[in-house]
């Protein structure tokens, strides 16, 4: 085909369809996907012939202490993405065409570099945009290889001109930071070419890994490896196996013992059951911060201990940036168990598939948001497992658009995100404001949600409920349970304040938003995997194993899963969300629709987290009792359709080979 980038240039063309409001329409449907905030008023002081930058305005103005106008000459640092050729609403209306089953275009993907023939912003935008900037004296220092975004460099001064906003200093939430007064704004000409800027405000916009809080304590200064985390006894092999007789009953019950941690047996038994299928021909995809040392000899261990088919040569690789950055600001070592139970558990359920890690250089957006560039201009994976996110409603979420290209841009290709929907409930618990998480609300990602599951002997899937936890303390006296719990985590979930309903959920949930999740798996810490990797004890350094939870969980198993569909499909599908919601109520998602028999489980940990030197804590933690969302028929807030079964694994048509 030639170079992609002059071919672009070449049939580049003047008409663009505006990019601020977010509708598409394929097929004669609307999806209905508007960003709600995008109406954000302009800057009281910038021109009338200028358009505002979506979600720049920090949202933590309100509560901020203004330090005054930042110097003139301070330095500013930003990074500006651009749109894609043909705007945003363009691509977004391909995605979905060839991600819907039953349209004229599904299954036909592209290339990357068909995709950046096509789509690839072109060097004529680039160079409007840097005529811009240059003329308010910024400097351009970098544009990315396929003009996704241009790095910029100035003064304060230079960054005002530009975007028409004053830049002042703050404080809020314990930091001081650079920011703008208002919203950002650009020439009117050029409204539909830029579509986020990150940097004017230097706030830090944090990802964090979706492992639930506390599950495993890392201690100490992010510097490999972790501290050493182990679960302590009792516990059972499978649910139910041990009762708590020995301690108080709850509720009038005695309770089971929580489990030492299911493995990848179980899990094939209760999800996959008697199939064949086993992911070979496919490559998941896992992202995540930096990137741990012995991942490989980790991951070979635990199969091998856990009776997981042994990895081939290749069939775990990793994509690595450069350098990695923000060490200490992200706690890179606690992102190390996250790759490890993302890894260990895509291989659990799909003994066959390859595995293709790769590590951003930090936990901040921009850095991530070039890990996605990396794997969708690959095009070597089908699904991509994103066990990370944020509050909807996050300091700055500037970057949503830049996001919504990468992953339309893998719907093009053929590729599928999915995204863990979160551990902490509605979040009034830990922000204040009932939300959902981001990327999981956004509608061109499958958001994956949490169950508490019970394995029973047999390995079948006994019950479910959902994920949502309150620890209850042993009283001093040792005979009974406190009155009162508290909340400690629980699946993410809820109605977007961002996103409106797509056409996919229409009629299924509630009108009006977009729902989160769109399905779910096992999450729950106390019914969740064991997994295994080398950490630092106080007698050494050395592999050992713990049990492990969170939506941090659901998405990898989800993902692992679905590389057994894709493999009965003979390829990906891009966008799950059509598939997925084509099937609701067909039982290939098992509902979940109210509590299970045991109100909870009893949990004993080490006292100091490694072992008895300290004593053992006993406490109960309960099931389904997730903040203010709850579970019930149909698609619900905590478990959306429900979790994968055996049917999931046929549902998707054989493709024609070719």
């Not at 995605?95 to 993907?109: I, K």
């Not at 990802?207 to 890392?218: E, H, S, T, W």
């Not at 050494?540 to 049990?547: K, L, N, P, W």
């Not at 099931?623 to 049917?647: E, H, I, R, Y």
Request: with cysteine.
């Amino acid at each position: 085909m030639g170079n992609p980038r002059r071919w672009a240039k070449r049939m580049a063309t003047p008409r663009r369809r505006p990019v601020r409001r977010l509708t598409i329409v394929a097929a004669a449907s609307s999806l209905g996907v508007v960003i709600s905030s995008f109406a954000a008023p302009l800057a009281a002081h910038a021109s009338p012939a200028r358009s505002p930058v979506p979600h720049s305005r920090p949202g933590w103005l309100t509560h901020a202490r203004d330090l005054g106008r930042a110097p003139a000459t301070a330095a500013v640092q930003a990074r500006i993405y651009l749109a894609p050729n043909g705007g945003l609403d363009a691509l977004a209306a391909r995605a979905l065409a060839v991600s819907t089953p039953g349209s004229a275009d599904y299954g036909h993907f592209l290339s990357p570099a068909e995709y950046f023939a096509e789509f690839g912003t072109t060097d004529a935008t680039v160079r409007a945009v840097t005529r811009w900037l240059t003329s308010s004296g910024l400097t351009v220092t970098g544009v990315e290889a396929h003009n996704r975004y241009l790095d910029i460099t100035g003064s304060v001064a230079a960054a005002e001109r530009a975007f028409g906003v004053h830049i002042h200093a703050y404080s809020h939430d314990g930091q001081t930071v650079q920011a703008p007064d208002d919203t950002l704004t650009t020439p009117a000409d050029l409204a539909d070419d830029v579509l986020a800027v990150d940097g004017i405000d230097t706030t830090p916009n944090i990802v964090r890994p979706a492992l639930a809080a506390g599950a495993v304590p890392y201690r100490g200064a992010p510097i490999p490896p972790p501290a050493g985390f182990r679960n302590a006894a009792p516990c059972s092999s499978y649910y139910g196996e041990k009762l708590a007789t020995d301690l108080p009953s709850f509720n009038g019950q005695a309770l089971p013992y929580a489990v030492c941690g299911y493995v990848g047996a179980q899990f094939r038994s209760a999800y996959e059951g008697a199939t064949t299928l086993d992911g070979t021909g496919i490559t998941v995809g896992i992202t995540d911060a930096y990137a741990s040392p012995t991942i490989a000899a980790d991951a070979a261990t635990y199969a091998v201990r856990n009776g997981d088919r042994p990895y081939a040569p290749g069939q775990l690789t990793q994509s690595l940036p450069r350098t990695f950055t923000n060490t200490k600001l992200c706690d890179a070592s606690g992102w190390f168990g996250e790759e490890t139970l993302d890894v260990e558990a895509v291989h659990a359920m799909a003994q066959g598939a390859k595995i293709r890690y790769y590590a951003s250089s930090s936990c901040l957006d921009r850095d991530l948001l070039d890990a996605f560039a990396r794997i969708n201009d690959e095009a070597r994976v089908q699904i991509v497992s994103n066990s990370w996110g944020a509050v909807e409603q996050s300091e700055h979420r500037s970057t949503i658009l830049a996001y919504e290209q990468a992953f339309l841009q893998g719907a093009v290709e053929g590729i599928s995100y999915v995204f863990s929907s979160g551990d902490s409930g509605d979040e009034v618990a830990s922000s204040g404001t009932k939300q959902t998480d981001y990327p999981a609300s956004d509608p061109f990602v499958t958001a994956v949600g949490g169950t508490a599951t019970a394995i029973d002997a047999t390995g079948r899937l006994a019950w479910e409920t959902g994920w949502g936890t309150y620890r209850y303390a042993l009283a001093p006296d040792g005979t009974a349970w406190s009155s009162s719990g508290t909340f400690l985590y629980g699946s993410g979930g809820g109605e977007s304040t961002v996103f409106a309903q797509p056409i996919y959920q229409q009629g299924i949930t509630p009108a009006g938003a977009r729902g989160v999740p769109d399905v779910a798996m096992d999450a729950d810490v106390t019914t969740g995997m064991l997994v295994g990797q080398t950490q630092a004890f106080p007698d050494g350094t050395y592999y050992d194993q713990y049990r492990i939870g969170g939506t941090s969980l659901a998405a990898p198993l989800f993902a692992g899963m679905t590389a057994l569909t894709f493999q009965h499909a003979r390829g990906g599908v891009g966008l799950l969300n059509p598939t997925i919601y084509r099937n609701a109520g067909t039982g290939v998602f098992t509902d979940v629709t109210g509590p299970g028999p045991d109100p909870g489980n009893v949990r004993v940990d080490y006292a100091d987290g490694v072992d008895a030197a300290q004593g053992v804590v006993a406490t109960v933690r309960t099931f389904n009792q997730d903040s203010s969302l709850a579970v019930g028929p149909g698609w619900d807030p905590v478990t959306g359709l429900g979790s994968a079964n055996a049917g999931w694994l046929t549902a998707i048509p054989p493709r024609a080979r070719r």
